[in-house]
């Protein structure tokens, strides 16, 4: 079975794990939201900077933004400022995985705004709410409840591409394990990395599940 | 009370409007009927700025409340002045348009509240006024979606008079109602006419204009073909037109 200093380091990864994961979605929701309004917004500045984000972060791989936060990043600023700046400890993942995710949650936002009738819009303009009143007090709660299964979906794909850190030389779950593995030439520690992100995956399915049902009383 | 001078809508090449010259004076009830596509609905949402005219001159209670020409604004209305405006205008929806995230009550309190900023104490009053009125005190906390249509469109007409409008537009407010539920819409809407409020409604029930309606406008292909007394249009129109539409739809 596995040792004592084994066990520690499994729950030290899966820490780092759970790190990324959490400072990702949070960040990637308040930035997400930004984007969101921009993408929405009718001023043509701000429409084109949050489609430029967007194309960007959807369209390139995230191992990829990992390597640009982790190694392009010292090289670009020593090549153009003289000095090299490097992201402290586990900040290029920080970094990567929110910008990442606030991309895909800011499209997710976007899509749950637009999908409220139109006459709620009307209804409320006819009523002499502003703009900005109808969102916060018309649009924005009723998408809320909508947006709770996608965001929980996309939180666990974030849980899972957290396994990509590996690569720039970070120990989370897998990479713990996975080193394990390589050092005693035994085949169980992937079964206990895999129980322990199943757990994870499984715990975030029903709490976004039990949140949704919350929010339903009016439907 | 309201007047449309010369209104001209355009949505792109397709022309919804024409020439539309219109006045309605305080306690009058007009009904406006035509066939679909006529732009009778256009006609409404072009008074509270949900669609803006392409040209011609809007007042509503003396003031300008919309001036373009060529879809360009003669006169520059800020934001806050149409908002100021919307509120003299109620609006009541075919679709009612009820907030399904707010309660019956809330729906009515939250214009109040947001737009008035109105004191808690003063807008139970309202509200619990109003939803006797309309007959619903006992669904005072249910959500919409808990309601029958009729209901969901009395509470409707119910939010639109909190905001104590001078002048109240319905857009076909029976015709997504099954014919059970007509009867206890249009009840509300005939206690409001004999109480003196002024209104506009698009509406294909002869019974109600007939009633409670001091004029009936007939709209085809955008334009105003005729208008005068209910009895005289439904009983004896004189445009061609109009005779073939009652024809179709009696
Ligand atoms: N936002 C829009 N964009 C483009 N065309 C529109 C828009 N709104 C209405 N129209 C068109 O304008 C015309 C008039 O529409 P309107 O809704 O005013 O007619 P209506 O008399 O209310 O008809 P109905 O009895 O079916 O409600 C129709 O041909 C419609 O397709
Ligand atoms: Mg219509």
Redesign the interface.
């Known amino acids: 079975m596995l040792t004592q200093p084994q066990i520690f380091a499994i729950i030290e990864g899966t820490i780092k794990t759970l790190q990324i994961t959490s400072i990702a979605i949070v960040a990637g929701i308040l930035l997400g939201m930004i984007i969101a309004i921009g993408r929405i917004s009718k001023n043509k500045v701000l429409n084109g900077i949050t489609w430029l984000y967007i194309w960007f972060f959807r369209g390139t791989p995230l191992l990829m933004q990992l390597f640009m936060f982790y190694y392009m990043l010292p090289l670009f600023t020593l090549d153009i400022f003289g000095t090299a700046v490097r992201l402290p400890g586990m900040f290029p993942a920080f970094v990567a995985y929110s910008l990442n995710s606030a991309a895909y949650l800011s499209e997710i936002f976007r899509a749950g705004i637009l999908s409220i009738d139109k006459g709620q819009m009307e209804a409320s303009k006819a009523l002499g709410m502003s703009y900005t009143q109808a969102m916060t007090k018309i649009i924005i709660p009723q998408a809320y409840r909508r947006l709770i299964p996608p965001v929980g979906n996309e939180l666990i794909v974030l849980l899972k591409d957290t396994s990509l850190v590996a690569s720039i030389g970070m120990f989370d779950l897998l990479r713990t394990v996975n080193q394990m593995t390589n050092a005693t030439g035994r085949w169980q520690y992937y079964l206990y990395a895999a129980a322990i992100y199943l757990f994870m995956t499984s715990i975030i399915q029903v709490a976004f599940g039990k949140i949704e049902k919350k929010y339903s009383a009016y439907e | 009370m309201i007047k449309l001078e010369h209104v001209y809508k355009s949505f792109g090449k397709l022309e919804v409007l024409k020439d539309i010259n219109l006045e309605v004076k305080p306690g009058e009830v007009v009904c406006v009927i035509g066939p679909s596509g006529s732009g009778k609905s256009t006609m409404l949402r072009c008074l ?3 669609e803006r005219i392409t040209s011609g001159t809007i007042y509503i209670e003396g003031e300008i409340a919309d001036q373009r020409e060529n879809n360009k604004d003669v006169l520059n209305i800020s ?1 806050e002045k149409v ?2 405006l ?2 003299e ?3 009541v ?1 075919q ?1 009612f ?6 309660t019956a009550y809330e729906n009515i309190a ?2 109040p509240k ?2 008035r900023k109105q004191s808690d104490a003063e807008i139970k009053v309202i509200a619990d006024e109003l939803l006797e009125m309309v007959g619903l005190e006992d669904k005072r906390d249910e ?3 808990r309601l029958s249509g009729g209901q969901q469109q009395r509470v409707a007409i119910a ?2 008079l909190a ?1 104590k409008p001078k002048i109240m537009l319905f857009d076909e407010p029976t015709s997504a109602l099954d014919p059970e539920l007509v009867g206890e819409v249009l009840e509300v809407m005939k206690k409001l006419a004999n109480d003196g409020m002024t209104m506009i409604v698009v509406t294909h029930e002869m019974g109600f204009a007939k009633e409670v309606g001091t004029r009936v406008i007939f709209m085809d292909e955008g334009r105003i073909i005729e208008e005068g007394d209910p009895r005289e249009i439904f009983d004896n129109p004189k445009e061609i037109r109009t005779k073939a539409f009652l024809n179709k739809i009696l």
Not at chain 2, 97 to 102: E, M, T
């Open positions: 509270n700025h949900l934001q908002q100021e919307c509120t205008l109620g609006m929806f679709r348009n009820l907030f399904p995230h707010l939250i214009a947001n737009v959500y919409p979606s939010r639109a905001m």
